[in-house]
C-alpha cells in the first residue's frame, strides 16, 4: 500500500507539470495582459510596468523563471493586488474556503446517505418518492437562486442569520453559505446512494443475511450499508477538490474572503501569478483527494489491492 | 424413516408476483411436508417454483412476491410470524444455502467475522467462545487450516470453499432442517461430488433433515429418501425415491426420466479431410505490471496444444472451470493472438489479420453458453440471425435475406414468424435455436460450440443436442464441442481430448476415454461424473 501510494505520489509530478504548462501557455494565447484595462496608464508607465515583472521577455524564458520560483514555493507577486504575493492572498483566503467547502461536505455526505437509504429502504413508496422529488429540485435548482433566497428568509424575514460577512469566522456567518453549498452536493449524494443501496440489498449476500435470521439492522447497516457506500467514496474525490476550492456565486454573494473568486476575478483581469496559483491549488487538491478516495476504497473493500 | 414426526408441513401454498404485466402465479398451491431426519428432493425445471417454494417458507421473495396458505414449522405458521419471531427460526432451526457460492458471502468481512455473527445472534455467545465455534464449524466442513481461515476473505477462496463456509453457516445453530438450492450447480464435477459428500456426511453425524431443491436427478435418486416433482408451480408427482425412478407415473416425470442425452457418434472416415488443425498453439496473457509496478505475471492460459479436427467429426473439451478449454477455442478461431500454428483448410492462418480472417469467418462459427447475453436485446430474431450476411453477402437483396433467416429458423425448428419478434420474448431453449440459427445461415464448415447446452434444463439440453446432430448430418459440419458435461459430451462427440491447467492431459476417441481412462484426472472427472449420475449409495 505504502509502495503504491509513494507511485501515485511519484507520478503526479509529471502530471502537475503539464497541467502548469498548459494553463501558463494557455492563458498566455488570451489577448490582452495585466496592465491593458487600466484606464489612464501612459505607454511609458505601462512599459515600466512590464519590464518590472519581467513580461518582456520571452515566452519561454518567462515559463523557466516561472517553474524556477514555483519549485522554491514562490508564486509571484499578484499584478493586481500589488500589495500583495499569491501566497499571502491564498494562506488569508484559502482556510476560509477549505472550512465552508469541508463543512459543506461533511453535511453533504451524512444528509445524502441516510436520505438515499431511507429512499432504498422503502423504494416506490411515499418515502422513496418525497426523497426522489427533494433531490431532483436540489439538483436543479441553481445556487445563485438558493443564496438569495436563504438569505431573504432567514436574513431578512426572520432574521435569524446574517445576510453575508465572514464576521472572523463566526459560526452563524458560516450557516448560510454551507447551506448553500451543501444542498446541491446532498441531492447528488442521495440519488447515488439510494441508487447503489437497492442494488446493494438486491445482492446474493443479503439474501445469506436473511435466510440466517439477522436483524434489520445488521442487514441495512452492516452488510447492505458497507457495500453500497463505495460510489460514494469515488464521489468524494472530484467534490471534495471542488467544493475545498470555494466558490465564485457563494462567496460573492455572501461577500466571503474566500479564493472562489480569485479564479474568475483572476483570469478577467489577467492576473497570470494569481491565476496560475489557483490552477496549482486546484489541481493538488484533486490529484490528492483521489488518491485519498483510492486508499480508502481498499479501506472499505478488501478486494481491492495495490501492490 | 416412516415413524418420525412432521417438522415441516407447507399446506396449499401460492406463490404470486406483481409485475407490469399483471399478476404472476410462480407456485399455484402445494402441498410439501419434511420429517425429522430425511432427505427430501423438490425436483423441476426452470420456472417450476421449486425455489420460490421454499423462499416463500423463509421469508426471502422478492419484495413484489406474496406467499398465502400456510408454511407449518412444529405448530407455528412461519408466513404469519413477526420479523423478530422469525428471526429466530431463520438461521437457527431452519437454515439455507444457495446455488451461487461466489456471491452467497459477504465481501466485506473476513469469513470469521460472518460465521460468528449468527453464531453469537442465535445462541448469545461472547465473542470468543463464537471464535471457537465458528473454528469448530469450519474443521466440521473439512476447511484446512481454519485459523488461518478465520483471517481470510471471500474472494481469496474457491467457489467449493465458499460453499462449504455457507455449509458451515447454516449448521452453525444446529438446525431442524437444512435448505440446500440447487447447492453444487454452479460447481465443477469434481468439487459437486465432495460437497454432496460433505453434506451426506454432516446429516450423519448432525442428523438435520435435508431440503434439496434441485433439477439434478443423479442428486435425487442418490440421496434423496421422498421426492416431490414440480411444474409450472404444481406437484405433479410425489413418492418414495426409489418408486418414482422405478416406476415414475406422471408423464412429465417419465420425460424427465428420459431426458439424458443417449446415443453416441460415429468417427468419420480416416481419410476425410483435415478442416482446422493447430499444431504447439499457446496462449499467454499478461497480468498486471506497468510503471513502478514491477514485472507483469505471465499466465499461460494454453500451452502446446495440438489438435486436428477432420470433416464431419466432432471433438470434445473436456475440463474443469479454469482449465484453458475455451480459451483454446478461441484461439484456433484466431479471436485471441496465440503463438503456434493454425491451419484453416489448407490455408495457414497463424498470422492472418482482420483483412485476411473476414472472408472466412463465415466458414468458421461459434456458438456461446450464454443464451440471454448472448443475443441484442434491441434487435429483433430476424436481425440477429441475418446480420452476418450484410457482412458476408452484401449483395443479396431484402427479400433475400428473409428467404434466408425463413430457411435458418425452419432448419432448427422454430416457426419462420419468430424473426418479428425480440430475443427476450423466447426461452432459454429457443434462443440457443436463434444463435444455432444466427451461425447456420452463413453455411458454415466448422463450428465451435462453447458449453452450448450447459445453462439449458436436461429435457431442453437433449433437444439441442439432437439438433446439433442433425445439422451435423446434413451439412456434414465439424464441430469443436468445449463442455464440462461428460453425459452430453459423450453422445456428441467422437473424439475426447481433457484439458488440466492449459495443458492435454489425454485424449483418444470418445469409447476408449470412457471405458479406460489412462490418466489420473480423467479417472476423477470419470468417477465424480458418474458417482453422481448413475449410482445410488446407502448412506
Sequence with gaps: MLRYVLRRLLTAIPTLFVIVTMAFFLMRVAPGGPFNQERGLSPEIRANLEAQFGLNDPLWLQFVHYIGNLLRGNFGPSYNMPDFTVTELFAKGLPISVQLGASALILALMLGSVLGTIAALNQNKLGDYTVIALATAGSTIPTFVIAPVIQLLFGLTWKLLPIGGWGDGAFINKVGPVLTLALPQIAIVARLMRGSMIESLRSHHIRTARALGLSDWSVVVKHALRGAILPIVSFTGPAAAALLTGSVIVETIFSIPGVGRYFVDAALNRDYTLVMGTVVVIAIFTIVFNLIVDVMYAVVDPRVRYD | ?539
Aim: charged share 25%; aromatic share 4%; no cysteine.
Design chain 2, 1 to 539: 424413516m416412516a415413524a418420525s414426526e412432521t417438522i415441516l408441513s407447507v399446506k396449499d401454498l401460492r406463490v404470486r408476483f406483481r409485475t407490469l404485466d399483471g399478476a404472476v402465479e410462480a407456485v399455484k398451491g402445494i402441498n410439501i411436508h419434511v420429517n425429522a431426519g430425511e432427505t427430501v428432493a423438490v425436483v423441476g425445471e426452470s420456472g417450476s417454483g421449486k425455489s420460490q417454494t421454499m423462499m416463500a417458507a423463509m421469508s426471502l421473495l422478492a419484495s413484489n412476491g406474496e406467499a398465502t396458505g400456510s408454511v407449518d414449522y412444529r405448530g407455528r405458521n412461519l408466513l404469519t410470524l413477526s420479523k423478530s419471531e422469525l428471526n429466530k427460526v431463520r438461521g437457527a432451526k431452519i437454515s439455507m444455502i444457495f446455488q451461487e457460492p461466489m456471491t452467497s458471502l459477504d465481501p466485506l468481512y473476513s469469513i470469521g467475522n460472518q460465521l460468528i455473527e449468527p453464531i453469537r445472534r442465535h445462541r448469545g455467545l461472547n465473542a470468543a467462545e463464537a471464535h471457537e465455534e465458528a473454528l469448530k464449524l469450519l474443521r466440521l466442513v473439512h476447511i484446512p487450516d481454519p485459523e488461518r481461515r478465520m483471517k481470510s476473505y471471500p474472494h481469496e477462496m474457491s467457489g467449493g470453499q465458499r460453499q462449504r463456509v455457507m455449509i458451515a453457516m447454516a449448521l452453525a445453530n444446529d438446525p431442524d432442517i437444512l435448505i440446500a438450492d440447487e447447492p453444487t450447480t454452479a460447481l465443477d464435477v469434481t468439487i459437486q461430488a465432495q460437497i454432496l459428500m460433505l453434506l451426506a456426511e454432516l446429516q450423519r453425524k448432525l442428523g438435520m433433515a435435508i431440503v434439496f431443491i434441485t433439477h439434478d436427478l443423479g442428486i435425487v435418486r442418490r440421496f434423496a429418501d421422498r421426492v416431490y416433482v414440480m411444474r409450472q408451480g404444481e406437484v405433479v408427482e410425489e413418492g418414495e425415491a426409489e418408486a418414482i425412478f422405478v416406476n415414475p407415473q406422471h408423464a412429465y416425470t417419465k420425460m424427465l426420466l428420459a431426458a439424458e442425452p443417449t446415443g453416441s457418434k460415429a468417427p468419420p472416415p480416416a481419410n476425410a479431410p483435415v478442416v482446422l488443425e493447430g499444431r504447439n498453439v499457446e496462449v499467454t496473457f499478461r497480468i498486471g505490471g506497468g510503471f513502478l509496478a514491477g514485472e507483469p505475471l505471465m499466465l499461460r492460459a494454453v500451452d502446446h496444444i495440438s489438435i486436428r479436427l477432420q470433416r464431419n467429426q466432432t471433438i470434445g473439451i473436456v475440463g474443469e472451470s479454469g482449465s484453458g478449454k475455451s480459451t483454446l477455442g478461441r484461439a484456433l478461431l484466431r479471436l485471441l493472438p496465440s503463438d503456434g500454428l493454425i491451419r484453416f483448410g489448407d490455408r495457414d492462418i497463424s498470422t492472418a489479420d482482420r483483412q485476411v480472417m473476414r472472408p472466412l469467418r463465415r466458414e468458421m462459427q461459434l456458438v456461446f453458453q450464454d443464451p440471454f447475453g448472448s443475443l441484442s436485446p434491441r434487435m429483433t430474431v430476424g436481425q440477429v440471425i441475418t446480420e452476418g450476411l450484410l457482412v458476408h453477402e452484401p449483395n443479396l437483396s431484402g427479400k433475400q435475406r428473409d428467404q434466408r433467416a425463413v430457411e435458418a429458423l425452419n432448419e432448427v425448428g422454430l416457426d419462420p414468424n419468430a424473426r418479428n419478434r425480440y430475443p427476450h420474448e423466447f426461452s432459454g431453449g429457443q434462443r440457443q435455436r436463434i444463435a444455432i440459427a444466427r451461425a447456420m445461415i452463413l453455411k458454415p464448415k466448422l463450428v465451435v460450440l462453447d458449453e452450448p447446452t450447459s445453462a439449458l434444463d436436461r429435457s431442453v439440453q437433449k433437444q439441442i443436442v439432437e439438433l446439433l446432430r442433425k445439422l451435423q448430418a446434413d451439412h456434414e459440419l465439424s464441430y469443436l464441442f468445449i463442455s464440462h458435461d461428460l453425459s452430453v459430451v459423450r453422445a456428441m462427440a467422437d473424439y475426447i481430448i481433457v484439458m488440466k491447467q492449459g495443458k492435454i492431459v489425454e485424449e483418444g476417441p470418445t469409447e476408449a476415454i470412457f471405458s479406460n481412462p489412462q490418466h489420473a484426472y480423467t479417472q476423477t472427472l470419470m468417477a465424480a461424473a458418474i458417482d453422481v449420475t448413475r449410482f445410488r449409495l446407502s448412506a
